[in-house]
Nanobody, 123 residues
Framework: QVQLVESGGGLVQPGSSLRLSCAASGFTLDYYAIGWFRQAPGKGREEISCIGSSDGRIYYADSVKGRFTISRDTNKNTVYLQMNTLKPEDTAVYYC????????????????WGQGTQVTVSS
């Protein structure tokens, strides 16, 4: 069964850090682009970062550039999103998604999605 599972969300104070994980089962992530998306209450889904297949291009939205870092651990079949200097406006449900063979990942179509993990940034 092809599956993505996100973890690592939580409630943190502004300025804190979190690391989200996106673990794949049923397939190997190496040849897949992985995207991280978020959706805040009352807002549309936002693509915030992605890494292309075969360690292709990396993309960051302007809203997270310089604060978030995406990385892939092929041994653990997991992609991470390191989030630093978190702000209240980062509060959202964060999703990862996978798409085979997508080298240039920004704006791409993804066909496998995780269930999401909640990130809340509040004092």
């Amino acid at each position: 069964q092809v599956q993505l599972v996100e973890s690592g969300g939580g409630l943190v104070q502004p300025g804190s850090s979190l690391r989200l994980s996106c673990a794949a089962s049923g397939f190997t992530l190496d040849y897949y682009a992985i995207g991280w998306f978020r959706q805040a209450p009352g807002k549309g889904r936002e693509e915030i970062s992605c890494i292309g297949s075969s360690d292709g291009r990396i993309y960051y939205a302007d809203s997270v550039k310089g604060r978030f870092t995406i990385s892939r651990d092929t041994n653990k079949n997991t992609v991470y999103l390191q989030m630093n200097t978190l702000k209240p406006e980062d509060t959202a449900v964060y999703y990862c998604a996978a798409q085979w063979g997508l080298y240039y990942c920004s704006g791409g179509e993804y066909d496998t999605w995780g269930q999401g993990t909640q990130v809340t940034v509040s004092s």
